[in-house]
């Protein structure tokens, strides 16, 4: 029994959706499950004691809440979710209406009222919770006093309306307190886990993504390699003379120097591809849907670029180089020893005069048969 309530409020929850909407769809089930519940016993009742309009608009609530559990559960989209609660909301309000207006069991069912404030600010939001309680209490007084009882079968006596009215204002006041001070604590913990996430994730200094974010990065875009059996290229980048750069310049200066060459990565780049800073002066580049050839002339045109912009520290202007080495991922490579590779080519890129672009295939055996032999 236990696992059955334990599935039936879980149903529609995905580890993809946020912890905000997988908490709405569990109180969605909750809440279904609980009005179908009272609603459904109180119209047998209703039914059974001969009240057979009250018992009619208990049991097409019944099934109408019990329609919004299903419709998030099925159809399992923002869109329908919103439906969801959007038909919940508006069933309750039509109910407590008719309960206000036919007085329920011995003029007992205005006591109703005080479910909707809160209801309908935790799943409208605070906005359209607001604005929804504002009409629903506008169409309340209209019934309640304007129309001098003529909709009204129940009999109210005057103060008992007033009452009613001021003490729904009042609920409904506090629950859109509650509602706003508890999204502006929700958005502020959720800005702050953003902002640690990011800084978990990219390097302070040039706002790059740091090591690990490009680690994230290779494993999800080497997952759809996988499973698309495409490739693409990782290349690493090496400031050429980076040591006495800092020694001339000072290491504030440095730091300047590796700002401004990671805008120059950059504004070559494609939207697609993903620059990171690797480490102390090395850069990772990542190219999306790219084999090695195609690596390689893209960042040619950046080698260039590089060239052809000197750097200006402190008025001053400098020339600086880079080298970079490529390596291919395919399926049959992976990301450990695609890295390998391109620090290979790096290797021998600044070996061999620096300032140029070197693949792995260029100076090595195929890869993926080197890894095979390896083995």
């Known amino acids: ?4 309530l334990k599935q039936y409020v879980f149903s529609g929850v995905s580890r993809h959706y946020k912890d905000e909407t997988n908490r709405r769809i569990m109180v969605v089930n909750l809440f279904a499950a609980v009005g179908m519940s009272i609603t459904f016993i109180l119209g047998c009742r209703a039914f059974f004691a001969a009240e057979y309009s ?6 097409t609530a019944s099934v109408v809440f019990a329609i919004s559990q299903r419709l998030q559960v099925r159809v399992a989209t923002p869109r329908a979710r919103t439906a969801s609660i959007t038909l919940l909301i508006l069933c309750l309000m039509v109910l407590t209406l008719l309960l206000l207006i036919t007085g329920g069991k011995d003029n007992t069912g205005p006591l109703w009222i005080y479910l909707v404030p809160p209801v ?7 906005i359209r919770g607001l604005l929804s309680l504002i009409s629903f209490t506008m169409v309340s007084a209209v ?5 001098d009882e003529a909709i009204l079968v129940a009999q109210y006596t005057y103060a008992f309306k007033t009452r009613l009215l001021y003490s729904f204002m009042t609920v409904s006041f506090l629950s859109a307190f509650y509602e706003y001070s508890r999204q502006k604590s929700y958005d502020t913990a959720l800005y702050l886990s953003e902002q640690f996430e990011r800084q978990a994730k990219h390097d302070h200094l040039t706002q790059l993504l740091n090591r690990r974010g490009a680690q994230q ?4 875009e080497y997952a759809r390699v996988v499973r698309n059996k495409s490739k693409f290229s990782i290349a690493i980048a090496d400031i050429d003379r980076f040591k006495s750069i800092n020694d001339t310049l000072g290491h504030e200066q440095g730091d300047e120097v590796l ?26 580049f990542i190219f999306n849907d790219t084999d090695e050839a195609g690596a390689v002339q893209a960042l040619e045109q950046i080698r260039k670029t590089l060239n052809q912009a000197p750097l200006n520290i402190n008025g001053r202007e400098f020339h600086v180089t880079s080298s970079f080495g490529v390596s291919e991922v395919t399926p049959g490579i992976d990301i450990s020893y695609a890295i390998r590779c391109a620090d290979k080519a ?8 620096r300032d140029q672009v070197c693949s792995i295939s260029s100076i090595s055996p195929s890869p993926l048969s080197e890894q095979r032999t390896s083995f």
């Open 120 to 126: 309908t600010m935790f799943f409208a939001g605070f």
């Open 346 to 353: 790096l290797y021998y890129a600044k070996d061999n005069g």
């Open 143 to 147: 019934i309640m006093f304007g129309f």
């Open 217 to 220: 990065c290779l494993e999800r």
């Open 1 to 4: 029994m236990l696992g059955i």
């Open 259 to 284: 700002v401004q060459i990671s805008k120059v990565f950059t504004s070559r780049l494609r939207k697609q591809d993903i620059i990171a800073r690797w480490g102390g002066e090395e850069f990772m």
């Open 54 to 59: 009250l018992s009619t608009t208990l049991f």
